[in-house]
């Protein structure tokens, strides 16, 4: 039977609520696929989005503000990580760089939490409750990205094929870059059984032509530790023998010569003064004399016997031609000091002196990632960021390389985890701590750090519900537009906070205006003002989607103007699951389209199944 008449059949049953029509009409028009097929499992914390939105507010008593009036913003946001994904669809969509999550194992061990119960190895919906929980995630993550970003999800055996298929489908095949493993347990296995010693951090590019790897740079390398009169030039060098013994084919008699020693004997490849076979020197005599010439070439004698180096230098090859030392990453992280989760518990305890988290992940393999993908610049998330590991690593590799790069953390506040690990952690990192061993630990203090809350304000688009929306979404725009300083004045004006609103850094302006009917003043106030190479960016309240472009034309060139609430509705849409009388007022509507005809409900979920309803 055609769908559309089967649909038409749907929607005049008898017996059934419009909900469960709904709900059929979903299953008639999934599309089959190659992937993973899992049953749908609805969350409450969607449910709730579907009559109300989630905004923020900044708990000023934990801002962390430095004196560097340079130093980078980084942000905690307390609370459900599926709300403050769709907050963040408004302010950074396109715009992160890097993602880097360690979702839940769903090892059935309590570590997975599904609507506020804890999910178990007996539970037979167990994989399909996890795959609904990431897919609506991470389809949300794929909008943040930007068009060179990467994202990274820490995983392990037990969800990592399914993990892998899911990526496949939502960010693209072509698009996988790698999957690190790295060691994670440290220790021999002492019992009959294999044991497993190792996790994985699968990553995926927004778009893979668009992605620029890092390479690790080898300047600090501990064998280049000589120098010589051409270090400033060259850099510190090594030595390596030149002779090698060959085999085979390999061999050449044209590289089998003698070289004159310094005490004027000759000396044939091997070290002896006769010509031995099947050895070589790596050099032929023309190059030979060229390197005695310009200093790559050294002399050394051990007792009465002498050898020929030449000198490997950091910055030059053996041409004198100016280089780039550094190695392409491997997906392979070895074992090494630090890079254990052991390790990542040790860490947390030094800083908070206690056990206050499960299994964090280390220090040393985030500074591994970050150096990998991330650039000096770069906007990193985590959403699932536990202990803080993430926000932690992307400060200290600022440090060391001078970086710029922000971090968002978002994580709830399930046993005061985000109050009491997540912010104190970093909190101490920015303004130094002591160990329980009583060793004193500078602070990263060029850091910037605010924390927030979700709150959840009426969906319903009343004017009062609009009105209250707008005067919610301050501390959004701060975020969205990286702008934090307030101003009390505006022009002549004394700034009233109930009509509006100035953040300026003295480069970049923003004005928020709660109150309409004050443009007139402002358009006459703005025609007075210099605000430099950038636009004041206006913000402002209207019903509908008009920013009162007219009011503003004689100023048109000083300003950039977005209606608000308009502009976050939009957002929100996109990402969020449709309201309930939304859908029945579209089922009504459909109802009167004959079989046969285009089907407006049908188009309306194939649209929405992917990226979400209507706000």
Excluded at 58 to 63: D, G, L, T, W
Excluded at 228 to 235: A, P
Excluded at 536 to 557: C, G, H, T
Aim: aromatic residues 10%; charged residues 30%; negative net charge.
């Amino acid at each position: 039977m055609d769908k559309s008449k089967l649909a038409h059949k749907i929607r005049t049953l008898d017996g059934l609520t419009n909900e469960e029509k709904s709900s059929l009409l979903q299953l008639l028009y999934a599309h089959k696929k190659y992937g993973l097929v899992w049953e749908e499992k609805t969350e409450d914390v969607e449910e709730k989005l579907r009559n109300e939105l989630p905004v923020l507010n900044e708990v000023n008593e934990r801002a962390i503000i430095s004196e560097d009036d340079k130093a980078p913003n980084h942000i905690i946001i307390e609370g459900d990580n599926f709300e403050a994904l769709t907050i963040l669809s408004y302010t950074h969509e396109r715009k992160i760089d890097v993602i880097y999550i360690d979702p839940p194992y769903n090892t059935g061990n309590k570590d997975f939490v599904y609507n506020d119960s804890y999910v178990d190895s007996d539970d037979s919906f167990r994989h399909s409750k996890w795959l609904s929980f990431m897919n609506k995630r991470l389809k949300i993550a794929k909008r943040l990205l930007s068009d060179k970003g990467i994202i990274l999800i820490s995983i392990n055996d037990i969800e990592l094929y399914n993990l892998k298929i899911l990526l496949d489908s939502i960010m693209g095949e072509g698009n996988f870059l790698a999957n690190f493993i790295w060691q994670s347990t440290p220790g021999s296995n002492t019992g009959e059984d294999i044991k497993t010693v190792t996790e994985y951090v699968l990553a995926y590019s927004k778009n893979i032509s668009e992605v620029h790897v890092n390479q690790i740079d080898i300047l600090d390398d501990a064998k280049y530790n000589l120098e010589d009169e051409y270090v400033e030039y060259r850099g510190r060098h090594t030595l390596n023998k030149l002779d090698r013994r060959m085999t085979g084919s390999h061999y050449s008699d044209a590289l089998n010569y003698s070289i004159l020693m310094p005490d004027g004997k000759y000396v044939y490849p091997g070290g002896l003064e006769t010509q031995q076979e099947h050895w070589n020197w790596r050099w032929s005599k023309t190059k030979l004399e060229w390197g005695i010439e310009n200093g790559f070439i050294v002399f050394k004698k051990n007792g009465n016997r002498w050898s020929v180096y030449f000198k490997q230098y950091l910055r030059v090859n053996n041409n004198n031609e100016v280089i780039s030392r550094a190695l392409p990453y491997q997906n392979l992280i070895k074992e090494n000091d630090g890079l254990n989760s052991a390790r990542g518990t040790q860490e947390i305890m030094s800083l908070l002196n206690r056990k206050a988290f499960d299994y964090p992940k280390p220090l040393a393999l985030l500074l591994h990632i970050l150096k990998c993908v991330s650039h000096s610049d770069s906007l990193i998330l985590d959403f699932f960021a536990g202990s803080g590991t993430t926000l932690h690593a992307t400060m200290q590799l600022n440090a060391e390389d001078g970086g710029h790069r922000q971090c968002i953390l978002v994580t709830n506040n399930e046993n005061n985890i985000c109050e009491e690990v997540t912010y104190e952690r970093n909190k101490r990192v920015i303004e130094g701590y002591t160990t329980p061993k009583g060793n004193h630990v500078e602070g990263l203090h060029n850091n910037n750090l605010r924390y927030y809350k979700t709150k959840l304000l009426p969906r319903e688009r009343t004017q009062k519900n609009m009105r209250d929306l707008v005067n919610a979404a301050t501390d959004l725009l701060c975020i969205k537009e990286d702008l934090y300083d307030e101003e009390v004045t505006f022009g002549r004006y004394k700034v009233h906070p109930k009509l509006m609103r100035y953040f300026s850094d003295g480069m970049r302006h923003m004005l928020i205006v709660y109150r309409e009917e004050i443009v007139d003043q402002l358009a006459e106030e703005i025609a007075t003002m210099d605000f430099g190479k950038e636009r004041l960016k206006i913000f402002i309240f209207s019903p509908a989607r008009y920013a009162f472009n007219d009011n503003f034309f004689e100023v048109q060139d000083k300003v950039e103007l977005v209606a608000l609430p308009a502009a976050i509705y939009d957002a929100y849409e996109k990402v969020l699951p449709m309201r309930k009388e939304k859908l029945l007022d579209l089922q009504e509507a459909d109802d009167a389209v004959e079989p046969g005809q285009p089907v407006v409900m049908r188009d309306l979920f194939e649209n929405h199944s992917e990226e979400g309803g209507e706000a």
